[in-house]
């Protein structure tokens, strides 16, 4: 089989690689083509690719390209993981929105949306190119936001692009380790959007053992987020959110930490990997994922309190092993139970059919189907239509041009509290950001 990562020379892409290293069984992965517009960087990490193919037999061929239709063509597998803009996008993101007072988190908020703004129509432009030149293949779709994302590409290649995310993953591995049971054999309730979920209950045996972790104040404040959130508002919502949920639930304490520290976390990736970029070497790339870990959230915690990151925290979130298990179900009808980024269809009755929820999935050869879920509580629904209100005019915006959109999906988001900060906010990143200038004429 043959996989294509777009994005491929992004820091992360040994993780998949090194996923793909471990996979000895029949159908697997035995050819990689990595494409990004940036030659350089893609030269670097196939330096590191061979490194860890040097004493791996067999290990799946890797190949480089900047040709995006070369990329696609015969691709089995399609992994996106672009960064429009860059980490220096990242970076004018997040200082444009904390001059406003408002967060300007990747995923959340303000720098959310220009980050969606910049990267829906190139994701779009390649679902297209991929219906086309591959329309067979699979997508795996974790380039952010990437609940927005992987709808926008769905409204081109329906059910055959999937969403992945690591977060879910790491949250349900820390619940089940503070419950004393195996991540690999638990069954999580958990359902929201991406980046905005709650982890309802973990069966183990078929019992679930959440409310015995509220109960317990001990185990709770092992738990990063029982530390982040804290025991009593984790009781009071009766469940565990996702950690991104603490830019909503403490929102103006998160702003004063990112407003406070020397650099913002898209600056602090940008010099730190700009190190390893200039040379490259699997142990370099080694160190700088370790002090990626530890530094991830910094301010958050800073904001709560929560201290460091345990030892057991700083192992890498696992989106690669989810992606491995997609491709696995999808290739050889391996069925497993992944939490994904799908189209709803009637998982959540407060959304329409198409749009994309984060729920677990049975993945089989005919793609990931949802399972049914209970109903949120009103506090999450509230956030969730909401979010996916901004989402679906970041869409429109995207589409069309229209400045009304883009200034209603920033005026909309919970988390910006003022149509004139809307305004402006849309008025800084078209002057920062080139690729936005068309929305300041429509």
């Not at 799946?60 to 992994?79: C, I, K, N, Q, S």
């Not at 908020?109 to 190139?122: H, M, S, Y």
């Amino acid at each position: 089989m043959r996989l294509t990562v777009l994005g491929g020379g992004g820091f992360r892409v040994p993780l998949v690689y090194g996923a793909l290293l471990g996979d000895r069984e029949e159908g697997r992965v035995t050819r990689v083509t990595l494409h990004d517009v940036d030659g350089s960087r893609l030269r670097a990490v196939a330096t590191v690719l061979a490194e860890q193919a040097a004493a791996v037999p067999d290990a799946p061929a890797v190949e480089v390209t900047t040709d995006l239709d070369e990329a696609l063509r015969g691709a089995d597998f399609v992994f996106s993981a672009i960064r429009v803009g860059g980490l220096e996008g990242r970076a004018a993101d997040e200082r444009v929105a904390l001059a406003e007072g408002v967060l300007g988190q990747e995923t959340v908020g303000a720098g959310g949306i220009a980050f969606g703004l910049r990267t829906v129509p190139v994701a779009t432009d390649i679902a297209r190119r991929i219906a086309s030149l591959a329309p067979d293949a699979w997508v795996i779709n974790f380039t952010n936001p990437a609940g927005l994302v992987t709808e926008a590409m769905s409204r081109v290649l329906g059910d055959r692009v999937i969403g992945i995310c690591d977060s879910p993953v790491g949250l349900g591995r820390r619940v089940a380790r503070a419950l004393g049971a195996d991540p690999g054999r638990v069954g999580m309730d958990y359902v929201g959007l991406n980046h905005l979920g709650w982890l309802r209950g973990l069966r183990v045996a078929g019992k679930d053992e959440l409310p015995r972790l509220l109960d317990d104040s001990e185990a709770l404040g092992s738990l990063e987020e029982g530390r982040l959130f804290g025991a009593d508002w984790l009781r009071s919502l009766g469940a565990i959110p996702n950690e991104y949920l603490h830019y909503y639930y403490f929102n103006r304490e998160t702003v004063r930490a990112y407003r406070r520290a020397e650099r913002t976390r898209g600056a602090f990736l940008r010099d730190q990997q700009a190190g390893f970029y200039a040379e490259p070497s699997l142990r370099r790339w080694e160190s700088t994922l370790a002090e990626r870990e530890a530094t991830y959230m910094a301010d958050n915690r800073e904001a709560s309190g929560a201290g460091g990151r345990a030892d057991e925290d700083l192992e890498s979130g696992g989106y690669e092993q989810v992606a491995l298990a997609l491709m696995r179900a999808v290739a050889r009808d391996e069925r497993a139970t992944l939490i994904l980024n799908v189209r709803n269809r009637t998982t959540l009755s407060v959304l329409d059919a198409d749009a994309v929820v984060e729920v677990p999935c049975l993945v089989d050869a005919g793609g990931a189907h949802p399972y049914a879920v209970d109903p949120l509580p009103g506090h999450a629904t509230g956030l969730v239509t909401a979010v996916k209100a901004v989402e679906r005019e970041v869409m429109t915006a995207a589409e069309s041009g229209s400045r009304s959109a883009a200034v209603r999906a920033f005026a909309l988001h919970p988390l910006v509290d003022s149509v004139t900060v809307a305004r402006r906010l849309l008025d800084r990143y078209t002057a920062v950001h080139p690729g936005l200038a068309h929305l300041n004429r429509k």
